[in-house]
C-alpha cells in the first residue's frame, strides 16, 4: 500500500513521549475503527509556514471543543503540541531540500473513537505538502452555487446532537455539496439555511466587505461574517482576521447575512486556513462586487493575515 501523496505520521501514545511515528504507507487502523466505520471523530486542519503552525493555540482549543461535543476524552494540548513537533522535524529529515523560509504544509490533527470496544480514541497527526489547487484559488479567485443545507439557523441550539457547530470526521455531505458543485461547473458552495440565512462555505468561512466614502474623503471599511451561533463552525482565520483588521481600523459585523447581502457587497471571500483567502468572482452565475475593490482589498487583508501567527 502506497499513499497517493507524501505523508509524515506521528501517533499519540502514552508509551512515547513526543509521539510515535509511524509509515504512512502500511495499515495502521483496525477495519472496526469508528473513525473508518462511522466518521465518528474529530479534525483540525492547519497550515505551518516556514515549519510554524499558524495559529495553533486556536486550532487546539477548537478540537478540544469538538472533542467535547463528541463527549470524547482526548489527550491535553502539550502532547499534542510535542506530536506537531515530531511530524515536522520528521518531515524536515525526509525533505531536506530547501524548502524556502515560507514553505507550506498542511498539518491535520485526528481524532477517531477507536476500533470497536477499545477503551481510547486514536490520535494522531499528519503532515503533507498543500495542493496546488488551493495555492490556484488565492490567485485566481472562485465561482461558488449557494446551496440549501436543508437545517435553520436555530438548529444548532435546538438540536446539538447534530453537532453542527464541531468539526467532525463526518464531512462526507460537505464533499457531497463539493462534488455537486464542481459537476455545474462552480468550485465551491456556500449553504443557506432553511430560513434563508447565509452559513458557510463545506470547508470555509464566508466574509464579505463594505466600503462606504465619507463626506471628507475618508472611508469606512466594514467586514461581516455570518452570526457565529447559526450552526457554522466558528472559523480559526476568520477570528484571527477578524482580530488584525479591527487593529487596522476595520470595522466588524456578525449577520444574519441573506444571499441578497452577499450580492450587494464590494467584496465576499471563503476563508481557510489552507486555502486562505479565495474571492469569490461569482454567485449561482451572478458577478460579485466591485473587482477593482476586490483586488485592493484582498491585497490588504492578505496582508493583516500574513503577520497573524
Ligand atoms: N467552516 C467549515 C465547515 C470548515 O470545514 C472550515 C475549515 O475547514 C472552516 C469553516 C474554516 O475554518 P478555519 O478558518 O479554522 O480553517
Redesign the pocket.
Known sequence: MTSPVPVVLVFLDPAFPGGRLADASQPQLMVTDQGATRGDGVFE?MLAVGGNVRKIQAHLD?LAGSADALDLAIPGQDEWRRAIATALSEHRVQNPAPAGAGAELVVKLVVTRGAEGAAAPNCWVQVSPVGAGARRQRETGIDVILLDRGYDSDAAERAPWLLLGA?TLSYAV?MAALRHAHKQGADDVIFISSDGRVL??????VLLAHVEKADDGTSVKRLITPQLDSG??P????GALFTAAKAAGWELGYGPLEPQDLLDADAVWL???VRLLAPVNHIDGKPVGTPSVQKELTAELNELFAGIQ
Open positions: 486542519t477548537r468539526k460537505n458557510e462555505g463545506p470547508t470555509s468561512t457554522i463552525l472559523g480559526t482565520s476568520q476563508i481557510s486556513s
